[in-house]
């Protein structure tokens, strides 16, 4: 028996990393999965995996920014059958490290995936699971807790992803939807986004200088990300809602 026998998942940004981990983890634990990402052969290759392994999933390109997909998005998901779980994941990273040098669009590129697509995924996922209940669980980081240099908009749309879970797990509450939502807070996490940091930086020794300033002395896993998400997705959280659990290797425990 699994956490997650029977549940429908809908797993965005499931392509790579952190998502997807998470998909492996939820089919690992019983549910049915639905993949989504921008890019749509990253999300079929991680469906098919998990169909190899016995597991219900499917896939389908996804846009998370964009209304018109989100409809679609839960459509195609529930094909697996009603909707139980979302996992609001997909996210970028500025281009322009410094908030001076930042534009305004780019600025609205960072925010339109990383709090935009949240909320948008946050109100698809409420309307789906008002009826029946279900989790919610949106990927925010120790950015949304804490302040640094030269990640201002990717910062500030973390910051309101919490302001987000905590907002709507109190209004899905008092309405009586039987919905929780939560957020994890990820550290440094070895994921594509690290390789994009890299790229963008040419700071080659990324992974060193995150890891000496991480008190566990290394930096993260997606799967480590995964077991947080399954937990916050199944009945064992079923008194934990409008939190933010922070999988860090104790960085803002200083």
């Known amino acids: 028996m699994g956490l997650l026998d029977g549940k429908v998942a ?7 990393g952190i998502g997807r ?3 492996r ?39 998370a920014a964009s209304e018109d997909d989100w409809q679609k998005a839960i459509e195609a998901a529930q094909e ?5 779980i979302l996992v609001n994941n997909a996210g970028v990273l500025p281009h322009e490290p410094l908030l001076e040098n930042t534009s305004l669009e780019e600025w609205r590129r960072v925010c339109s995936v990383n709090i935009d697509g949240v909320f948008l995924g946050v109100r698809a996922g409420i309307r789906a699971m008002r009826e029946r209940g279900g ?69 080659q020794d990324f992974r060193e200088t995150r890891a000496k300033s991480t008190p566990l002395r290394r930096i993260g896993q997606p799967e480590e990300i995964a077991e947080g998400i399954v937990y916050l997705a199944s009945d064992r959280a079923g008194f934990v809602t409008g939190t933010g659990l922070v999988i860090d290797g104790g960085v803002t425990a200083r």
């Open 10 to 16: 809908l797993v965005t940004g499931g392509a790579s």
């Open 21 to 23: 981990a998470t998909a």
């Open 25 to 63: 983890a939820l089919a690992r634990e019983g549910a049915r999965v639905a993949v989504s990402d921008v890019n749509g052969d990253g999300a079929a290759t991680v469906a098919d995996e998990l169909a190899s392994e016995g597991a219900a999933a499917l896939a389908f390109t996804q846009n």
């Open 80 to 84: 697996l059958g009603p909707l139980d």
């Open 135 to 203: 989790a919610i669980v949106n990927l925010a980081s120790i950015y949304g807790l804490v302040g640094a240099t030269k990640i201002g908009a990717y910062g500030a749309a973390k910051h309101a992803v919490i302001g987000l879970t905590k907002s709507a797990a109190m209004e899905c509450a008092s309405l009586g939807y039987g919905i929780r939502v939560n957020a994890v807070c990820p550290g440094f996490i070895d994921t594509g986004m690290t390789e994009e940091t890299i790229e963008q930086t040419g700071l």
